[in-house]
Nanobody
Framework: QVQVVESGGGLVQAGGSLRLSCAAS????????MGWYRRVPGKRRELVAW???????GYGDFVKGRFTISRDNAKNTVYLQMNNLRPEDTGVYYC???????WGQGTQVTVSS
């Protein structure tokens, strides 16, 4: 079962950037499609971005070219570079193996206007 530790969240002004990191263990990371998710106030958890083992990628419609997902298989780590952040991006961000139903603690992202 996958275990993840997310980091890199924080408080940033609108238009700013953050880079989230997720260290995964308990799985053969290089074979897994990994995803970043978020739970923003008043909404259910939603998929932000995903990346497959050969590094095919997909993004939620709300990303609109602002975020980039990447992975380092040697480090069992997946990243989410977030640029041009908006107040509506405020929430808790989680990463996971897309086939898993267990979740880590997430990392809080707060974007001030």
């Amino acid at each position: 079962q996958v275990q993840v530790v997310e980091s890199g969240g924080g408080l940033v002004q609108a238009g700013g950037s953050l880079r989230l990191s997720c260290a995964a263990s308990g799985i053969d990371f290089s074979l897994k499609t990994m995803g970043w998710y978020r739970r923003v106030p008043g909404k259910r958890r939603e998929l932000v971005a995903w990346i497959s083992p050969p590094s095919n990628k997909g993004y939620g419609d709300f990303v609109k070219g602002r975020f980039t997902i990447s992975r380092d298989n040697a480090k069992n780590t997946v990243y989410l570079q977030m640029n041009n952040l908006r107040p509506e991006d405020t929430g808790v961000y989680y990463c996971n193996d897309v086939s898993s139903t267990s979740w880590g603690q997430g990392t809080q992202v707060t974007v001030s206007s």
